[in-house]
């Protein structure tokens, strides 16, 4: 029976013109018209060191992770040097800003700022470094808020006051942190594209899913009221017709993979065993969802695939896919919407694997997309549950 | 002779309108009972709720002598259903449309592709295997919709409203395919509203109005119901007005009425009425292009019953 469903489940869902389009061809398509878009804007600016500015002040100078930080991306290294900066005054700044010398000035007081003139391209970029060192920099001062805990339990802290600062520069030259790789070799602000393409391509699964299941629900289809008749154990015929949206989803992705890799030369960074934990995990994701919203909402299967195609654009959207800017603005000023965001879940891990060489970050991605594929299958289950139906 | 399948007292309520009204029936081994009734009195709901697709108030159904439940499967795998709305794959054609849904209930593949082969030759399809449904007209859909519901050959099958919208040609074929299910032992419940359809394939009939049985027996038991016995149909370019309540007078008129060059009169005892009639038309001097008498339709009991038409 299980066989018998899945072959047939795959059989229709690979006839199934609008949605192979969907989950097959427009990814291609968009990836294909990012390609043309961008790869020339990017080409040419490629190489550009940006000039900045930092306040020289003490609140800068006491910040460990920033000046070092800083002092690394402005680097003697050439190859990998992100930014010219200019230590000045506070005057010397804006005058540099306003005179359009510099693309921003970053000015430490009770906290980090950033000062812009536009929103270009380079002021995002500065922002965005800055933003990442911050979130770095509270990592440090827990790690060592910790360990002066356990120190003062302890007793001894005259040892912790001797060693603290030796310790964070040591975490930080050893990368124990998550120091993001920001130099200008690693630097492309469309990778967030693609990686926001193959998310999308990986919540447009639900799309399968959710006509997989339609087709098993006697509430949603003529079809499904047929099975529900037959002798058939509905868990063993939802589960295969989940494997084979699975599988119909898979190789659309791996498609889509080959395709940006090969034709449009996309760098995933190398750690492949991770690039295909993370496209299972978010494929998932996209499953449930799918799932989710076959299964709860009693309207038709059009409706249901403008949701999930709504939903999908919307959290590519803010995760980036039209612009990192976006995800800058949605990162700082609510950090809640793209935690919660699966798009960006799954883009953030392809991001953490490119950038950094810790993997805390896209574990904790992964984990949110667990989640999230959990809540999304108990919600499914619950609706499940009826076997008979108020009405049909 | 065994009872198949009993409903007793079932009552199911979509919020405070009755759709099923206390009904109860049975329906005996190798009898094609049919549920009449006009659209919206219930007749589908009925057959979701003995299907356990539709929770119900109250009620108790037993099929093969067993009580009915979503995970009664031994009860489902004797089981057929051809809803009214085709329930095929777009994206499959006939044969593996087929081959889907009786493999649901046939696991052997040798036996499947028999069962397959019969049910293709049952509905007429043989030329057809290779389509898709969006290549079949719409008889021949309503044909793999009934192929995809019976080629398991299962021993009770409910067929609801399965000739709707097609063609006369693939109506006959359907029925005569109905015929030769029955004749191979199937117990067969037919819902309908062409009481035609259930004049010539039902041994018994049950009248469904508003969720309720108004009426129940043969078909031949249904008409005696009925007041009338005898309907008689006259074409005539003109009738005066005269001669017309001369008719209304004779014996066993019920009523006669005269429109658009129809005169039409119904007896209530169905002897001698015709020839009278002619007698007395040939006496009066009336010319008419047409006579003809008929026995009353089950859609005459209906109207009897309920004051309106079937198909309203």
């Known amino acids: 029976m299980f066989l018998h469903n899945l072959k047939y489940s795959l059989k229709t869902l690979f006839k199934n013109k609008m949605l192979i389009f969907w989950t097959y061809a427009f990814p291609l398509i968009l990836g294909t018209f990012f390609y043309l878009a961008f790869s020339n804007i990017e080409n040419s600016e490629k190489l550009d060191i940006i000039d900045i500015a930092i306040v020289d002040n003490e609140e800068f100078n006491n910040s460990i992770a920033l000046k070092e930080s800083f002092r690394n991306l402005s680097g003697e290294n050439e190859q990998e040097q992100l930014f010219n900066i200019k230590y000045v005054d506070l005057a010397e700044a804006k005058t540099l800003l306003e005179n359009d010398e510099i693309a921003g000035y970053l000015l430490v007081e009770d906290s980090p700022k950033v000062i812009v003139k536009t929103s270009g391209i380079n002021e995002t970029i500065l922002k965005y470094v800055t933003e990442e060192i911050i979130q770095n920099e509270d990592v440090l001062t827990n790690i060592i808020e910790e360990k002066l805990n356990s120190t003062v339990i302890d007793g001894s802290i005259e040892e912790f006051i001797q060693n603290v600062r030796e310790d964070a520069i040591s975490m930080l030259d050893t990368s124990s942190l998550q120091i993001r790789d920001i130099t200008s070799k690693k630097l492309s602000y469309t990778m967030i594209e693609f990686y926001t393409l193959i998310a999308m391509t990986a919540l447009y699964g639900g799309i399968i899913g959710m006509t997989a299941i339609n087709q098993n629900l006697a509430n949603m289809s003529n079809n499904g009221k047929r099975i529900a008749v037959s002798p058939t154990n509905r868990i063993k015929i939802i589960f295969s017709s989940l494997l084979s949206s699975f599988i119909v989803q898979i190789i659309g992705l791996f498609i889509l993979f080959m395709y940006t890799v090969f034709a449009l030369k996309v760098d995933y960074g190398n750690n492949f065993p991770m690039i295909i934990l993370l496209s299972l995990t978010g494929s998932l994701a996209g499953l449930s969802l799918g799932l989710a919203v076959g299964t709860i909402f009693k309207i038709n299967e059009n409706l249901k695939t403008g949701i999930i195609i709504a939903f999908t654009m919307l959290g590519s959207f803010l995760s980036g896919m039209m612009g990192i800017t976006m995800k800058y603005i949605i990162d700082t000023n609510a950090p809640i919407v793209n935690k919660l965001n699966p798009v960006n879940m799954i883009t953030d891990g392809f991001y953490s694997l490119y950038y950094y060489t810790t993997y805390n970050r896209f574990y904790f991605n992964i984990i949110s997309l667990l989640i999230f594929s959990l809540i999304m299958i108990i919600l499914s289950v619950l609706a499940l549950r009826r076997q008979k139906y108020d009405s049909i | ?312």
């Open chain 2, 1 to 312: 002779m065994k009872t198949i399948l009993s409903v007793e007292n079932l009552i199911k309520k979509y919020k405070n309108f009755k759709a099923v009204d206390d009904l109860s029936f049975d329906v005996k081994k190798g009898e094609i009972l049919g549920l009449l009734g006009p659209n919206g009195s219930g007749k589908s709901t009925t057959i979701n709720c003995i299907l356990s697709l539709l929770k119900f108030e109250s009620g108790k159904i037993t099929i093969f002598g067993c009580e009915m439940r979503p995970d009664a499967y031994d009860i489902k795998k004797d089981i057929g259903v051809v809803f009214q709305e085709v329930a095929v794959f777009e994206e499959l054609n006939v044969i593996d449309n087929i081959d889907y849904f009786c493999g649901l209930y046939i696991k052997d593949k040798e036996y499947r592709k028999k069962c397959i082969d019969d049910a293709i030759k049952l509905v007429g399809l043989e030329d057809f295997k290779k389509f898709y449904p969006k290549q079949l007209s719409g008889g021949l859909l309503r044909r793999l919709n009934i192929a995809c519901g019976i080629a398991h050959k299962p021993k009770l099958v409910f067929l609801d409203e399965p000739t709707v919208a097609v063609d006369p040609q693939s109506r006959n074929n359907i029925l005569d395919g109905i015929k030769k299910l029955r004749d191979n032992g199937a117990t067969i419940i037919y819902t309908t509203h062409y009481m035609e359809e259930v004049e010539i394939l039902c041994d018994r009939v049950i009248i469904i109005d508003k969720g309720k049985i108004i009426a129940s027996g043969t078909g031949d038991e249904l008409k005696e119901l009925s007041k009338i016995e005898e309907k008689v149909t006259v074409e005539i370019d003109s009738l005066d007005e005269k001669i017309l309540e001369e008719i209304k007078q004779f014996k066993n008129v019920d009523e006669a009425t005269y429109n658009n060059g129809i005169l039409f009169i119904t007896y209530k005892k169905g002897k001698n009425n015709l020839s009278s009639l002619i007698d007395y038309l040939k006496k009066v001097d009336v010319h008419y292009d047409k006579i003809y008498s008929e026995r009353p339709t089950l859609n005459d009991v209906f109207l009897y019953l309920t004051g309106k038409e079937l198909r309203d």
